[in-house]
């Protein structure tokens, strides 16, 4: 299953590919393709904009359109996609995931701006156990270690969480002082540590090995400055891709060899998939869609 542009077929459309938000013109809506069974990240904000599903769990982040000004919320989905809760959300959302277990759910907001190529941005991530419906509203409120030591800065931002498989160990994005960071979180401990520099929208691996992500590159253009690459998180050894095109999205693993993004097409987006070693080429999958994630 996958995001659906009802507006293909409309050349000129307005596109939000890169996990962005900026109001769009129509609706998406869910599909279904063979071995594709979730959606995953978010990059539009309409009347549904997105959902993950896991082990029976769902997230939609909603706008909910009023006379003045626009409103947004993450509903939890259970089973054929029934809702079980409801959350405000302080901002335009961009990015949701789902722990594999379907146990817990995250997503990120703007609260200021609207891209993450700038540095004009100031972003909210929260994460909710499904279960119990606990929310932790802000990553914010999480002990930040780093270098060893315990860190403190008004500037910190979290944003791109992606759970691993023990219900307890997610990864995100941290920045602050001009520099992102990949962080390890604990859920119990309520902490998050340091681990790479220079990293953007992980995404973790199904053997829990490597990171997926977009890194900042010297010399490329402000409004388009990522390239796609894979942290080894045991030897911290970084691969680059093979995609060379700017790619502004929380890639998805199809499994452990293959990685699945999005990138701006001719109606809105096209999702595109990679091998995730650094070799091979990049190959178009769909057409008018965004937003994959694949339940194992």
């Known amino acids: 299953m996958y995001v ?11 596109v939000s590919a890169d996990g962005a938000a900026r109001p769009l013109a129509g609706r998406r809506r869910a599909a279904v393709a063979p ?6 990240t978010v990059s539009l904000v309409t009347d549904v904009s997105s959902e993950m599903v896991a082990s029976g769990t769902g997230v939609c982040l909603q706008a909910v359109h009023g006379a003045v000004s626009d409103t947004y919320r993450a509903v939890i989905l259970g089973a054929r996609l029934k809702e079980r809760a409801r959350y405000d959300v302080p901002g335009i959302p961009s990015r949701a995931r789902v722990s594999p277990s379907g146990h817990f759910a995250a997503w990120t907001a703007f609260v200021g701006g609207d891209s993450y190529a700038g540095t004009d941005f100031s972003t909210r991530a929260a994460i909710v156990d499904v279960r119990t419906g606990r929310l932790i509203p802000t ?10 030591r315990t860190y403190r800065a008004p500037d910190v931002n979290f944003w791109g969480v992606t759970f691993a498989s023990d219900d307890r160990t997610f990864y995100a994005t941290l920045a602050t002082k001009g520099t ?10 309520r902490t998050v540590t340091t681990v790479h ?3 953007e929208c992980p995404s973790l691996s199904p053997d ?5 992500f977009k890194k900042r590159v010297k010399g490329l253009p402000k409004d388009a400055p990522w390239r796609l690459y894979v942290l080894d998180l045991r030897t911290r050894r970084e691969t680059p891709l093979a995609e060379t095109r700017s790619v502004d999205d929380q890639a998805v693993w199809r499994d452990d060899h293959t990685l699945v993004y999005a990138l701006p097409g001719d109606y809105g987006a096209d999702l595109y998939e990679m091998p995730a070693d650094g ?3 990049p190959r178009r999958i769909s057409a008018a869609a965004v937003s994959p994630a694949f339940v194992r």
Do not use: C
Request: proline share 4%; no cysteine.
């Open 180 to 189: 992102t960071y990949l962080v390890r979180g604990d859920l119990r401990t």
């Open 35 to 40: 071995t594709v069974l979730a959606l995953g």
């Open 197 to 199: 520099s220079n990293v």
């Open 139 to 148: 990553l914010e409120a999480f002990r930040i270690v780093k270098d060893g």
């Open 4 to 14: 659906a542009d009802s507006r293909a077929g409309t050349p000129g459309a307005p």
């Open 208 to 212: 829990g090995t490597r990171i997926a």
């Open 279 to 281: 070799t091979g080429k």
